[in-house]
């Protein structure tokens, strides 16, 4: 009855045999490919499998208490499988990808095993039907990307990359099970399929709104979006996974699912206001920032900024179709990240790293991978781009204009990103030839597969069922829009080119102060997060002080009980004298009050 | 019917005669084996109750005292089945893996199997009467373990918590004299007061039950009379951490519970209890923040779950009450490990200052993720015990405070972002610092174990348990 949930056995299998075999990598890399392999076996047989609709959850109870049940429900829907499709098609390449890109590493065990639950946890996330199993998936995934970021404990930043992730994403946990619970005391159902025909109420809308903030915390949208470029730390086979179809898609995702409670409830323009502000900062740090992978990070907070200013314009097509061009350009933006690093000697900076066309089964896909991110025609990223674009001018026109701002900007960044690396290394340039040419087959070719599917996808728009099951079908994107879009990539390609191809890159990088904050924004906004936990120790400092203070206030009440005790101690002296005295007093006054 | 509770009782008697003739090396086998021994009973009673499908029935032995009647007699419900099971599995375990010293096994064994009779005979208590003694004897007992068995300030901190602790003793005692004598047949009996205690007049009502609730709170602990907690486990061996933690604040929690259902005042005085209850989780998570030295931090985490639970328990409805049980269960496991890995840092390292411990994991790998383990346990990740916890106890909450019920997760929430803090502050960092290693045993290894795999399954098949709150 639950035959969906097979999809992510292989997975859980392939992580148990991790634990097994831990002392052991080479086993269980290959399960862990061979199992994501089973996977989207599993997932394509789905996909053929599936029938035209309509389409019902199917659940089982998990526990019921009074007249609540809680559910563990899943749903094959066209968008459910959809998502299911990408993280099947994504997983495999990944572990490819991590074949080649951990060989010298340790650990490999506890990188697969982890790997394989973030993996199932997306699947699972992918086809619930039910809050409760959202909720389940949702803080697997929360933590196995804490322990994935930190995977490389031993060094100096990912521990606190880690912590700062972590505690961002606990944040939106919290939120998400108010909101959940409090829709369960409301209604008494946790399944989507219920809450779509139930009456809205107050409680309705809070709901809904904490869980809008829990899929900003997880999508990293303002203002909680500076997890994001630390979760950088992580090794690149998982930001590439993190960034492309899982994760950070996780809360996206969630809202188009829930689209139409939103639509009834009126949170559209928090979408769309906070969308733009997400995308804004990411454009803009991403134009100043130098680590080769945090510039990556950046341009995800945009395009999840811009899928959230699509969805808040209320257009599942335009946030649909970015979430499934932007998974592929970015998994594959991010393995070339990988490998120009791993070829570096993990050097970070771009202006430090060097990008050989040496090899070109590395350079080219990158190069696609950027050329389809800025949108150019006609590789995936401009369907993405522009189906938001005209669905904006349609309706906002002021997002409509700041969009286009921000392809030119977003242009201009990844085209920096491409071609500062590409001067040529001031030292040791043989030594990173000779690293070039000895990268992992493994890695080049999922990279490679990944730009053969930048280039392939835009036959989802001949052919609507395929890939994406017609969820796109009955929508189309004007023409001009596609062409606007590819204008405005090409006037950032040549600006980018004029400034950082023909070495005038020095004159903006030592640009004046103000200008350089105001761009690179993220030290205002980490600043604010540092002061936020500064109040928080300042509580702490007082709490505790206050509890110090308890302890001395009991102490001194039982000082002042044993200091009662030695008053009355000194009358039983043993001194004769003084109890005859005592006697005859009392004697005295008894009898006074007995004549009076 | 089968006699499950005079079984157990007698069982674990005998378990600590056999321990007090036991010689030193024999006698930690000998109480584990007793200890086993009741976890089987235990897991009998509970395939017995699956198959009846209710926990419910009462055991009544003819011990009379007629004037004034108090009789010898038992009851399962689903609150003390669970709370029984709770503390047969962290007994067991702590009998079997605290003792990494190997020190003084006999006394402790000895008193592990005293206090773990204490706790199964106050769970399952019928009458008021039998509960007192038997919370007394828990009491002394772990009294016992602190004065004898802790680290070197260890006396002053025994008489503090035995200070503390007679003091809800008194305050219980009075309660329960002032219920005999109000109520209209003069009974001890839990169920007939139960049924009858609306007829007592309000004010004694208001009387008994602030009595009851100082008892109880001091006992939970909830700010302010929380102090004796902390310092006791500063001092008190692991496995008299473990026992602190696991079992005895759970005797408050349940003796809440009790007084919630007892006493009818009780509907009247929810919203200012859980402001308390609330204030106490939101101080004493700050509290938490300030300390350096890992067993406090997880002393607090104590404090701060316990307060959350009262939450729980003054939302008194059907979920906050399932969700107060399921969570003295969830607590019980899940701290007594954290005492368990705390203490085997403290052990392997000499050392259980935050500031000082750095890369724990490379020395000990099992006792790290164990450790990590249990926070995600006590943040309530889905698929471990303390999430179905967590679900009931605030959808009680917010049942009935409304949306106000919720604050308290902003405790957990810091509770969560400290324990990660510590997580990687210590565990999972580079190593600077590590003095002289130890190995750690294969039974403290199987200890781990033994918890990790009950919080898991409580957490993955709740539905064993639940399905007995269906009447509450």
Redesign the interface.
Known sequence: MMLALIVILPLIMAAFLALLFRNNGSIVKYTALAASIASLLLIIYLYLSIGSGPFSPQSFQWFSLGNISFNISIITAPINMFLLLLVGIMTPLIFLYSIGFMNMQSQQARFYFEMSIFAAAMMLLAISASLITMFIAWEMLGVTSYLLIGFWYWKEKPPAAARKAITIILIGDMLMLVGILLIGITYGTFEFSALFSAAPTPALDTALLLILLAAFTKSAQFPFHEWLPDAMEGPAPVSAFLHSSTMVKAGVFLIAVLLPLYISAGLLPVMLIFGLISAILGVSNALAERHIKKILAYSTIEDLGLMFVALGLGSLFGAMLLFFVQTFYKGLLFMGAGSLMRANNEREDIFTNYSSATNKLIFVPIVIGALSMAGIFPLSGVFGKSAIASVAEDTNILAYAVLVLLGLGSSIYIFRWLFIPMSKPFKDEKQIEVNYRITPKTMIAAAIVLAILVIIAPIFYAYPTLLTLGIFSGSSIPLNEMAEVSVIALVGLAIAYRIYRQGHALHVASANRPLYVAFYNSIIVNGLYLYLAKAVASAADAAGYLDLKLDKLTYSASSAMLSVGSALRKLVNGQTNVYVAAFVIGIVLLLALFIW | MAQFIGILLVLLSFGIVATIFSSERMSKTVASAFSLLALVVVAAAFFYMLQTGSVNYTENYSYYITQPSISFGFQFSPISFVLVLMTSIVSFVTLLSGNMENENRKTSSMLILLFELAAIGLFTSGNLFLLFIFWDVGVISLFFMIYLLGSSNRRRAAVKFL?YELFASLALLFAIMLVYFYTPLHSFDIQYIISNAGLISLPVQALIFSSFFIAFLINMPVF?VH?WLPDAHTEASTQGSMLLSGILTKFGGYGMILTFFMMPIAAHLEVPIAILAGFSAI??V??????HDIKRIIAYSTIVEMSIILVAIASFN??GI?GAAYGMLAHGLTIAMLFLAAGSIGHMFAERDIRNLR?V?RNALSTSYTFLAGV?AT?????TAA??A???I??GA??TFS?YG?IP??A???L??FL??VV??SM????EYSRNPRFISRSQKAGYAILLSSIFIFGVL??LL??F??NI
């Open positions: 200070i302010p102090l101080y004493s700050f509290v938490l923040m300030t300390q059907q979920f399932s890369g994991v995600f943040t309530g990740v889905p698929l999430f179905v967590d679900a009931l605030f959808m917010i049942k949306i919720a997760l902003a957990l929430l810091l969560g972002a990660y803090y990687n502050k999972l960092s580079t190593r709740p539905f639940l399905n709150f269906s």
